[in-house]
């Protein structure tokens, strides 16, 4: 089974500060992890994702996340928060087994709220 | 190059009532996936078809039904409206493993 966790329902953060929304994640093989961004009204928006290679992944926006194996987390960071950053931020994780499932499973999301 | 859209973006039924949402795929994409968001909540997965099969389902009644057509499209049915199954309806496209691209939704509202 896959799963993954947000710990945090809000962070808050000052403009021009940098920004982390944490993320960890329980697979049995090998993870195929995502960030996701909801604006209000809005449907998801990819940001990046994370198969193989570098542990450091960069994204859009400015966005980069760091999978970390032996902590079984993927943090999205930002260096620089902008005010136009707040939004519901989603983490997802999919399985990679051989011949396995195509369906990602979400986070409750956490809201990203950047102060002027 | 359209993305991924949704019809209609929003509605109100009654308990009881039937209702069916629409989704085109984004161009090139032959996978569709459905997902309810309850307010304050992540996705929740309901079913996913590819070629015009049901190819896996979440953990959702049989009230949920779906349909994928040959040019891709697909529709969600829900019968028998509850009170719970207000939420936004969210259909995503995708090309074998890449990763899922999101319409804006269909806000479903039960009364």
């Known amino acids: 089974a896959q799963s993954v966790a947000q710990p945090e329902d809000q962070v808050n953060v000052a403009e021009g500060n940098p920004l982390t929304v944490k993320c960890t994640y329980s697979v049995s093989g090998n993870p195929y992890l995502f960030w996701y961004v909801q604006y209000p009204n809005r449907g998801l928006q990819f940001l990046l994702k994370?198969?193989?290679?570098?542990?450091l992944v960069k994204g859009s926006y400015g966005f980069e996340a760091e999978f970390n194996k032996s902590q079984t987390s993927f943090h999205l960071k930002k260096p620089s928060a902008l005010v136009s950053d707040s939004a519901l931020y989603f983490c997802?994780?999919?399985?990679?087994?051989?011949?396995?499932?195509?369906?990602?499973?979400f986070g409750r999301g956490t809201s990203l709220i950047v102060h002027p | 190059d359209a993305g991924v859209t949704q019809s209609p973006t929003h509605l109100i039924k009654t308990r009881g009532q039937q209702v069916t949402l629409r989704c085109s795929p984004k161009?090139?994409?032959?996978?569709v996936s459905w997902y309810q968001q309850a307010l304050g909540q992540g996705p929740q997965f309901i079913f996913q078809?590819?070629?015009?099969?049901?190819?896996q389902r979440g953990n959702f009644p049989d009230r949920f039904s779906g349909h994928q057509f040959p040019n891709y499209s697909s529709e969600l049915n829900v019968n028998a409206l509850l009170l719970g199954d207000s939420a936004l309806y969210l259909c995503?496209?995708?090309?074998?493993?890449?990763?899922?691209?999101f319409g804006n939704g269909t806000r479903l509202t039960v009364t």
């Open positions: 078809y590819y070629e015009e099969e049901e190819r």
């Open positions: 995503a496209s995708s090309l074998y493993q890449s990763p899922l691209h």
């Open positions: 994370y198969i193989t290679g570098d542990n």
């Open positions: 997802a994780v999919r399985d990679i087994p051989a011949g396995g499932s195509y369906i990602p499973t």
């Open positions: 161009s090139g994409h032959d996978t």
